[in-house]
């Protein structure tokens, strides 16, 4: 399993997707899912304890 590669000597990377639409889009996407994921857990354990003083 050996790598094709000799030398490392001029290797380059090209970042082609770096400051498209897809790259803020998909970061906008997680941010508002990690909200929405906090504010629905916050929801259902300020329930969960309400109903938990209930008893």
């Given amino acids: 399993m050996g790598s094709p590669i000799t030398t490392w000597e ?3 990377a090209y970042f082609t997707g770096f400051g498209s639409f897809s790259t803020s889009f998909f970061l906008i ?8 994921a906090i504010a629905y ?5 300020t329930e969960a304890y309400e109903r938990s003083q209930l008893d």
């Fill in 10 to 12: 001029g290797a380059e």
């Fill in 29 to 36: 996407a997680a941010i508002a899912f990690t909200i929405g």
């Fill in 41 to 45: 857990g916050s929801k259902h354990e």
